[in-house]
């Protein structure tokens, strides 16, 4: 049986005790990651929207780095967008943290993101850890 591991970072703590998901889960070698978003440590959402996209992809990073793992062992992304206008801006800053080998990517459009005003972006993943 495959051992699953909750990947917990720093800072995150209070997502698994109050809200009661992992930001990941790790299962042999692939890492589940729970949707990031947009806010900073002190859980403020972050206002400009390039900077929030930036948070969330922060986020992730740092989700992806606790389990072991790099924004390059990311094979699936699904991401969604409170509004398809700023997929433009996504990309460019998708194409700052994701800079080689790609992974699969389905962008989702929504009304609205785990009821939190304010937020436009929430990025969820599949990372899959090669022997290095």
Do not use: C
């Amino acid at each position: 049986m495959t051992e699953r591991e909750s990947v917990v970072p720093r800072g995150m703590e209070a997502v698994y005790n109050d809200i009661h998901y992992s930001p990941a889960v790790r299962v042999g070698r692939t890492i589940y990651i729970s949707g990031q978003i947009g806010r900073d440590e002190e859980l403020a959402v972050v206002e400009d929207s390039e900077a929030q996209i930036v948070q969330a992809f922060e986020n992730l990073k740092k989700v992806v780095e606790a389990a072991g793992a790099t924004l390059n062992d990311i094979v699936d992304l699904t991401t969604f967008h409170t509004d398809m206008r700023d997929l433009g801006l996504f990309m460019k800053v998708r194409d700052r943290y994701l800079t080689k080998d790609y992974p699969a990517w389905t962008a989702i459009g929504v009304a609205a993101l785990g009821g939190v005003p304010g937020l436009i972006v929430e990025i969820k993943a599949i990372a899959e850890l090669t022997a290095r």
